[in-house]
């Protein structure tokens, strides 16, 4: 099957940066897109940003533009997300997700566990 591990979450003052990585590891073929979404309390979950990989074509919440930015790492399979200014909005979980082409050809949606991202001062 196909696993995504997430990390670099954590705890931030306002105006702060983390960086997320993700990890895709299984059975994979190749990758069509990744990105990141979010969910903070109470919220449904929402699109942050998603790179299309062989493309490196990327979209962005209007949010986060100009603050995040996302990147592939084909050495790893994953990608990075670089988060800059960091704002208490940004509060929330953020997971991993992936649609890849399995290496029997089958075509599979993945999400990650979810990484804590808390901004406060």
């Known amino acids: 099957q196909v696993q995504l591990v997430e990390s670099g979450g954590g705890s931030v003052q306002p105006g702060g940066s983390l960086r997320l990585s993700c990890a895709a590891s299984g059975i994979i073929y190749s990758i069509y897109t990744m990105g990141w979404y979010r969910q903070a309390p109470g919220k449904q979950r929402e699109l942050v940003a998603t790179i299309t990989y062989n493309r490196d074509d990327t979209t962005y919440a209007d949010s986060v533009k100009g603050r995040f930015t996302i990147a592939s790492d084909s050495a790893k399979n994953g990608i990075n997300l670089q988060m800059n200014s960091l704002k208490p909005e940004d509060t929330a979980v953020y997971y991993c997700?992936?649609?890849?082409?399995?290496?029997?050809?089958?075509?599979?949606?993945?999400w990650g566990q979810g990484t804590l991202v808390s901004v406060s001062s």
């Open positions: 997700n992936a649609h890849v082409l399995t290496t029997d050809y089958r075509r599979l949606e993945r």
